[in-house]
């Protein structure tokens, strides 16, 4: 008997083993740009490809031919109103929707010295309400009853997230919503909807250019950050500096690669290049994140042991170097860390050659967690005593979901709940305005009737399908796996359903899930918190935070009786 059950166990291990590796190889092949890790970790994958933003008309290079998707493929045939490609359309929405809240009664006359804007990058209501319950059952709680740091903010809202072009957005056209404060096409960063995509000299006109709230906190003296657990150069912490007609133009070769024969370098700036050498984001006190390949040239090894990807033989950290002699660059864990924010003029980590690893699967001796990376910003940017505004986002939320796999999103989650609950602990409430918010949502379901406890990342107990089978708790409306038998028909998921690497259902086949449409969160605290309540375009965010903090053009606090 014991011969059998070490038999039955050593077969269990290597059947886990086995799907590991399978779980492994569906990542790796989501697509041809694979961001570098080290050997303790998987390499990461990026997630959003050209093609499927861009929609089916798109043609691609020979260099974009193993792509599992097309880049170019997301934002062609897609038209939104004419009156919409103006960027004071936006301006005068957004002032509109704050006037409108200004004629309820105001409770708070604060003004905020300090901004911290959270992103959960593809945090849907779904999400946060499966992570919450996810937390409480950690604790052996039946975990309903539980709560995140930020739902414990006194005001929440909801945030319309659509493109100008496009019903459901990407994460560029979303950050130069909450970033910039217009919304703009799919796939564009920091520009009007007035470019057409791919196109350079409309991108690099600055008539068509939006300053971001990173630029009015600069121009009122504050400091200013962007920390991601993606690349320094992703779509989300772009919208704080970039302007682009193309979100992977992230450097010199992909604009080569996606620039489909009518764009090359010389006639568009790369956004590695706008970070380091043009304004807001040459003057970053603190930027942390992945993504050093885009910055190095291809005959340089990096850290990681990978190759640069310029061609241009540019090596940008050299430049910032330069730039900032009383900055420093950190490329592990231990090196953050160890930084002395009293003694630095800027901070520059890059923690891996593309975009971060999965919490649950990174090395911990080399990669910091976003709540110490938060923590070591808020460090730095403390220093400036006219205060900061300082983007962090929680990006692998998103590619958690867009793997199907809730047991990624949901611990991505609860590791953002956890920086924004050390943000708080660092920060005086009095004068720091902190906004927890997503981009955009992804269709993940809490299916069906299940009891009260059942295991968020487990089957429903208490209901079936029509032939008897039951069914998962968590499932998405496109994606990987539809665990069909040779009729059709569902099959049990007793038994994977507990593994770790498991792929959650689906019914729509796809090479990779989706993002979704519906209306995001907005929980906020401090100084003029109770602005963010209601349902308002996402575009209105940043004039928010502008008017609570006294900066940028628009209507603020400061000068809100002589609008």
């Not at 792509?67 to 509109?96: C, H, R, V």
């Not at 649950?360 to 505004?389: C, H, Q, W």
């Not at 929980?523 to 008017?547: D, E, K, N, R, W």
């Amino acid at each position: 008997m014991a011969l059998e059950a070490n038999s039955i166990a050593n077969s269990k291990r290597q059947k886990s083993a086995r799907n590991m590796k399978i779980f492994i190889g569906t990542i790796l092949v989501l697509s041809a740009l694979v961001a570098n890790s080290l050997s303790a970790t998987i390499d990461m994958p990026e997630i959003h490809t050209q093609s499927q933003l861009l929609g089916p008309a798109a043609s691609f290079s020979k260099t974009r031919e193993s792509n599992l998707i097309d880049p170019n493929a997301l934002g062609k045939g897609k038209t939104g109103p004419e009156e919409e490609k103006s960027a004071q359309f936006w301006y005068d929405l957004a002032e509109e929707e704050i006037l409108k809240r200004l004629e309820q009664p105001q409770i708070d006359t604060r003004k905020a010295k300090n901004i911290i804007l959270f992103l959960g990058d593809g945090m849907s209501l779904s999400t946060v309400a499966a992570a919450r319950i996810h937390k409480g059952q950690l604790k052996g709680n039946p975990g309903e009853e539980d709560g995140l740091s930020f739902e414990q903010f006194p005001y929440t809202g909801l945030s319309k997230t659509y493109c100008s072009n496009a019903q459901v957005a990407d994460s560029a056209c979303t950050a130069t919503a909450y970033l910039c404060g217009v919304k703009t096409n799919i796939v564009a960063l920091g520009i009007t909807a007035a470019v057409n995509f791919n196109n350079c000299s409309g991108s690099e006109d600055p008539a068509n250019q939006i300053p971001s709230i990173a630029t009015w906190a600069q121009a009122a003296g504050k400091g200013s950050g962007i920390v991601t657990t993606t690349t320094l150069t992703h779509a989300s912490p772009s919208g704080a500096y970039a302007h682009t007609t193309n979100r992977f133009f992230e450097s010199d070769t992909d604009i080569v690669t996606y620039g489909e024969g009518q764009n090359f370098p010389e006639s568009c700036t790369d956004i590695a290049t706008q970070l380091i050498t043009q304004a807001p984001g040459k003057n970053f006190d603190v930027m942390l994140g992945g993504g050093i390949g885009k910055f190095l040239p291809n005959t340089i090894t990096d850290p990681f042991d990978k190759k640069g990807e310029r061609s241009d033989g540019v090596n940008l950290l050299s430049r910032w170097q330069v730039q900032h002699p009383g900055g420093v660059l950190t490329y592990n864990r231990d090196q953050l860390l160890s930084v002395n924010a009293s003694k630095i003029t800027n901070l520059i980590g890059t923690f891996r050659s593309g975009v971060m690893s999965f919490h649950k699967m990174a090395d911990p001796s080399e990669e910091p967690t976003l709540t110490e990376m938060t923590r070591k910003a808020i460090e730095v940017l403390s220093k400036n005593e006219k205060g900061y505004f300082v983007f962090i986002e929680g990006g692998l939320i998103d590619y958690g979901n867009h793997f199907n796999s809730p047991r990624y999103s949901l611990d991505e989650t609860l590791e953002l709940e956890k920086a924004v609950a050390e943000a708080q602990r660092l920060t005086n409430p009095e004068d720091t305005l902190i906004v927890v918010t997503s981009d955009h949502a992804h269709p993940l379901t809490i299916a069906g009737y299940p009891g009260r406890g059942t295991p968020i990342l487990g089957l429903n107990q208490d209901d079936t399908d029509v032939n008897g089978v039951k069914y998962a708790t968590l499932n998405y409306a496109v994606g990987l796996e539809q665990y069909l038998d040779e009729q059709g028909q569902r099959i049990d998921l007793s038994e994977k359903i507990l593994e770790d690497d498991f792929i959650a259902p689906s019914y729509i086949p796809g090479k990779i899930g989706v993002h979704a449409g519906e209306d995001v969160g907005i929980f906020a605290t401090g100084p003029q918190a109770h602005l963010f309540s209601g349902v308002m375009q996402q575009s209105t965010i940043p004039h928010l935070m502008a008017y609570a903090a006294c900066i940028g053009d628009g209507i603020t606090l400061c000068n809100k009786d002589n609008k």
